[in-house]
């Protein structure tokens, strides 16, 4: 999902839900369907999704932006898939054992992810995967590497 837009994710998710029931699904549309059957709450922004194309949750208003929540669980998944940053995956693991499901898992995972974003954005840098990792690993115990990573923007 490269080079897309907003419109283009909440289509994305609309269409993987109308896809459900297909076994015609793409292994993508399948991850974001199991994503979405976690998240009942979200159902109705993803069967009218056209409705939702230009609406904007505001977080300092208390609003949750249903489509970014889903985005994020996607984009933690798709990193644990390729254990990207390298760890990540095991990280997921320790977090489902601790917590019993991946939805509670990565609730954690997308807090540390949303807000490695949001830092990058505020100050017009690169994402930092050593703080990134480091605030992944603190949420099962590990402390700090021993060694910093290259940052893809500093490569």
């Excluded at 909440?10 to 839900?17: C, L, N, Q, T």
């Excluded at 069967?47 to 489509?67: K, M, S, V």
């Amino acid at each position: 999902m490269f080079n897309v837009n907003t419109f283009d994710v909440r289509r994305f998710f609309a269409e993987a839900w109308r896809n459900r029931l297909s076994p015609q699904a793409d292994a993508l549309q399948q991850k974001a369907i199991r994503i979405v059957l976690a998240h009942p709450e979200y159902h109705h922004y993803v069967e009218n999704a056209e409705d939702y194309l230009t609406r904007n949750w505001l977080p300092e208003q208390g609003e949750t932006n249903p489509f970014l929540h889903l985005s994020l669980h996607l984009s933690v998944q798709e990193q644990v898939a390729i254990d990207q940053p390298f760890g990540i995956a095991d990280i997921h693991r320790r977090l489902c054992a601790k917590h019993g499901d991946w939805v509670t898992a990565e609730h954690e995972m997308m807090e540390a992810l949303a807000e490695m974003i949001w830092r990058a954005q505020r100050n017009g840098t690169g994402f930092d995967v050593n703080a990134y990792i480091t605030q992944l690993r603190r949420l099962v115990d590990l402390g700090e590497e021993d060694e910093a990573r290259l940052n893809p923007h500093e490569i």
